[in-house]
């Protein structure tokens, strides 16, 4: 273990861009829930259905910032617990924005698009996008992470 040395000069490529887009992922997660509780500016629809579908979303995206706040952390100290983490926080960004985009599509709530729900499309993108590409990053670069 590294014992939170710096990574050094033989950091993977994009590590710095990978721990930022954790701890944005992680922030913009927080917000969300904020701004949703707060002033409602992010929610697509005032249905009941739909308010009791997002309500049931808060435990499992704390779930999903913490995941990716702990594998930031762990990346940039090259902890090994980084594989762990980033898989942990991969999968719940895959399985989040399945979710979603299931009841998307179920709904019809992409026939049409205002502001709230282009910010919905766009993090059902980096959702499904983000969370596969972490999943082969951290265990691309499991070698590297396990290196004393």
Not at 88 to 100: E, T
Not at 122 to 129: D, R, V
């Amino acid at each position: 273990m590294n014992g939170g040395n710096e990574t050094g000069a033989d950091a993977p490529a994009g590590l710095r861009a990978v721990t930022v887009m954790l701890w944005i992922s992680a922030g913009a997660t927080v917000l969300y829930w904020t701004t949703f509780f707060t002033s409602g500016a992010v929610r697509t629809s005032s249905e009941a259905a739909y308010i009791a579908f997002e309500r049931a979303f808060p435990a499992a995206d704390a779930w999903l910032a913490i995941a990716a706040a702990i594998s930031a952390s762990m990346l940039a100290r090259r902890d090994p617990r980084a594989i762990l983490w980033g898989l942990i926080a991969g999968s719940s960004f895959v399985y989040l924005g399945l979710l979603d985009v299931l009841y998307n599509l179920e709904n019809g709530k992409y026939a049409s698009i205002d502001g709230a729900m282009a910010a919905e499309v766009i993090i059902n993108l980096f959702s499904l996008s983000f969370g596969p590409f972490l999943i082969i990053y951290v265990w691309r670069h499991r070698q590297w992470l396990l290196r004393s």
